[in-house]
């Protein structure tokens, strides 16, 4: 069993919106903080933002304000809401939590 699967994604013009889930088991869910990554093409992976358990939120500093990150317990899934998306944002996109890495993937942002 995977333990973090993740949907969503595609290619979205600048200045669109997409949103991004990751669903889990309930242990991982209710007990571990959960995150998004990202990885550019020849940029290291990033951390994008940061969930606790209790929903306190983290964001990295170039998402801050069009980004947003929350949680379902009813679903055992976190979503990223991306907002006012750019050319920069272009990336795949993991989940993480503890040790596991979800399958990552690919937001485009072009004209």
């Known amino acids: 069993q995977v333990p973090l699967v993740e949907s969503g994604g595609g290619s979205v013009q600048p200045g669109g919106s997409l949103r991004l889930s990751c669903a889990t088991s309930?242990?991982?869910?209710?007990?571990?903080?959960m995150a998004w990554y990202r990885q550019a093409p020849g940029k290291e992976r990033e951390v994008v933002a940061v969930i606790s358990p209790g929903g306190n939120t983290l964001y990295g500093n170039s998402v801050k304000g069009r980004f947003t990150i929350s949680r379902d317990a009813a679903k055992n899934t976190i979503y990223l809401q991306m907002d006012a998306l750019t050319p920069n944002d272009t990336a795949v996109y993991y989940c993480k939590s503890t040790e596991h890495w979800g399958q990552g993937v690919q937001v485009t942002v072009s004209a």
């Open positions: 309930t242990a991982i869910f209710n007990g571990y903080a």
